[in-house]
Structure formats: C-alpha cells, structure tokens
C-alpha cells in the first residue's frame, strides 16, 4: 500500500511544467441549463475534471474566464474531486440559476511547447490533402478534414488570373501614356523646325504661316504633358493595386491558411487522444498521461483553443479584403477605365479643333531655293560631282503650299 501511494504520488507531480491559479468565477445558466462549456476527465481514470470547450456565444465564453484545459475545482462550493465528469455537470444542471465556479488556470502555456513535430506532420498532411480529390485521397489511406476544400483558399487562383489582368493592364497604359509623351516631344521637333522655316522666309504672309503653325505643334506638346498629368493618378492606381492590394491579400490567405491547417492539426490530435483513452478504457487499462492528471491533453485543448482563435480571426480578414478586392476591381476599374478612354478622347479632339483651325493658314507661298550644280548629267541621268559643287541660283523660286497634314489617333470609338 505505501509502494503504490507513493507512486501515486510521483505521478500525480508529472505536470510538464505547467502552473496553474486558483480561482471563482460566476456564471449565468441559459434555458437549457448550459454555461457554455464540455467537460472531461474525472472519475474512475482521471483524478481530475477540467474544460475541453468553451463554446461561442456562451456565458462562458462571453465571461472569457474559463478556457480549454483549466480544472474545475468545486461546483457551488462544493468540491469535484473524485467525482465523475457526469456527476459535475449534473451538480451544474442541477443547481441555482447562478452557478459559483471554482478552477485552476493554466498559466504557463507556451503555444510552441504543444506544437509538436507531429502537429507539424498533420499540417504537411492537410496541405496535401487539401489539393487532392476526395476519390484520391480515399485511394491513398488519407482523411479528408471538415474544413478541407476551403473555397476561401481557391481564391488563390483567381488572385493570380487577376494580377496577370493588372499586369497586362499596366503595361499597356503605361505604354499608351509614354507614347503620347513621345509624340509631344516629337510635334515639339517640327514646331520648332517650322518656325526656323518660317523666319527665314521673306514672304510676310508665309512667315506667318510656318510660325503659327510651329507653334501648333509647339502647343500640341502641351497638351499631351497635360494628358499624361490626367492618367498618370490612374496609372498609379493600376500599379497600387498590383503592386500593395493584392499581394497582401495573398498575404492574408496564405496566413488564413496557415492557421486552418494548424487548427486541424489539433483537432485531429485531440481525437488522436481520444481514441487511445477510449481504447484502454475498453480493455480496463490505466494510461499514464491520464492517472497524471492528463495535462498533455490539456495542453493540446489549450492550444487547439488559441488556433481556432487564430483561424477565426484570420478568416474574418480574408473575408474582408477579398470582399473589398473584388468591389474594387467590378467598381472602380470601370471608373477607371472610364476616365482613362475618356481623357483620350478629350485630347483627340482637341487636337482635331487645333488642326482645324490650321486649315486657315492655307494656301500660302514660300520661297525655296533653287539648287543646281556646276557638273553636268552623265549619260543614263546622274549628277556627277561633290556636294561642294553646290550652287543656290537667284531668284529663288515660288511655291504655294496648300495644307500640311498631321495624323491623329480616332478614340470615338474606345
């Protein structure tokens, strides 16, 4: 008798570490006679009862006193020790409306020390499994988890279809915005090639001409760098979105997923445990984590509890910005979009009326020197001679210009 109380005793110390706090709590009971939690342990096995679950939306939960893997004490101020977990939640159903709640809080529970190598495995094992079907993962010997074919992690995908979509886009704005930049730079060139025409002409009406239809194009640059001020918030726009909402919405669901899969992995090793307490139950065998006080398995309640905690809140995250992801890719791309053809057609005619309005400057005539050279045609028709050769002939000769046209780009129909 005193070998096997003292051995007893020994195994009753295997707490792995943990402290727990003394305390009372007071909760309300609902109509059924429920505060919102489960229970286990507890006589004949266990000597001790403690909280495997705090359910949502409780008076135990709402309180947030109680958590998985705490012991209860007494009920009532009536102590539990020795009793069954079915005797404690007849003395909770049983008593007054209120009902006066002794425990011992875990206190030291470090998430890392009940995240063990076979937590880790069981989350390698959900990421598998959550790609394959339901007939392959049956072929191969692998459950299926409640959570797994999750449609919030298949929006990864679409993700991906929708950043290549940013990408196109950006490029091709980007690419249509840098082009009328050149061509502004460009109209620029000509203005000020013909305004030097223009000022050596000693016709007045043809000076005239050349130098405001320079300054025509000289104009035209203008209007393009204010085009490119118009879209270049909408490019900045597009490249945010690429660049910031959507990589930190995969940044989101890769963290959503991670603590699903770690939030199974103690599901399953909770039922892990449970089964092998129910196997040697059935054969009348004594477990030594459970004649210890179970605290492994109240460690991994514990920790279950705080991964929920995790995967709920990272849910509501991805909800959330997956949500406002996809209003502002239907609404404000449209609007988007909407303003950047808009901006273009704008620009398109306005320089229609600026060259419109050219039309005034024609005809006009100009006077272009007469070129010849000192050498003669050869026989088949070719100048012979240098450049040097070269000779301007007096008077210059008279030409009248009729129009100049310039190309522009037709966006009515964009």
């Not at 995967?311 to 996809?326: G, P, Q």
Request: proline share 3%; aromatic share 8%.
């Amino acid at each position: 008798l005193l070998n096997l109380f003292l051995s007893k005793s020994l195994m009753e110390e295997d707490n792995l570490g943990l402290k727990t706090l003394p305390g009372t709590v007071t909760l309300a009971k609902d109509t059924n006679n429920m505060v919102g939690i489960s229970i286990g342990g507890g006589s004949p096995y266990c000597p001790c009862i403690y909280i495997v679950q705090v359910f949502d939306d409780t008076a135990a939960s709402n309180d947030g006193t109680l958590q998985a893997g705490d012991e209860i004490t007494s009920i009532n101020g009536k102590s539990v020790k020795g009793n069954s977990k079915v005797m404690t939640a007849r003395l909770i159903q049983t008593g007054p409306k209120m009902v006066l709640i002794g425990y011992k809080k875990l206190t030291n529970v470090d998430p890392k020390q009940g995240r063990s190598i076979d937590i880790l495995l069981k989350k390698v094992k959900h990421r598998l499994v959550e790609n394959l079907s339901t007939a392959t993962a049956d072929s191969l010997g692998l459950s299926r988890a409640i959570l797994c074919n999750d449609t919030l992690l298949k929006k990864a995908s679409d993700l991906n279809r929708t950043r290549e979509f940013y990408i196109g886009l950006s490029r091709m704005s980007t690419h249509i915005a840098v082009c009328f930049m050149k061509m502004g730079k460009t109209a620029k060139k000509l203005g000020d090639v013909f305004c030097q025409i223009g000022n050596r002409q000693t016709i007045s009406s043809a000076s005239d001409s050349l130098r405001n239809f320079g300054e025509i194009h000289r104009s035209l640059e203008k209007k393009c760098i204010r085009l490119y001020r118009r879209l270049k918030p909408i490019l900045n726009q597009f490249t945010t979105h690429l660049n910031k909402a959507i990589p930190d919405t995969q940044l989101t669901l890769k963290r959503y997923a991670d603590a699903k899969f770690e939030y199974l992995s103690y599901c399953l090793k909770v039922k892990e445990m449970d089964d092998e307490e129910f196997g040697y139950s059935m054969i009348s065998e004594p477990l030594y984590r459970v004649e210890t006080g179970n605290y492994e398995y109240r460690l991994v309640l514990r920790c279950r509890q705080e991964a929920r905690i995790r995967f709920a809140r990272h849910r509501n995250d991805v909800l959330e910005k997956i949500e406002l992801l996809d209003n502002r890719h239907v609404q404000a791309l449209s609007e988007q979009l909407q303003i950047f053809c808009g901006s273009l057609l704008h620009f398109n005619q306005e320089c229609a009326e600026l060259f419109r309005d050219s039309a005034r400057l024609f005809p006009f005539q100009a006077e272009i020197p007469s070129i010849t050279r000192t050498s003669d045609f050869s026989s088949d028709g070719v100048l012979e001679g240098d450049d040097s050769e070269l000779e301007i002939s007096n008077p210059p000769c008279k030409i009248t210009i009729t129009a100049m046209i310039f190309i522009m780009i037709d966006f009515k129909n964009i």
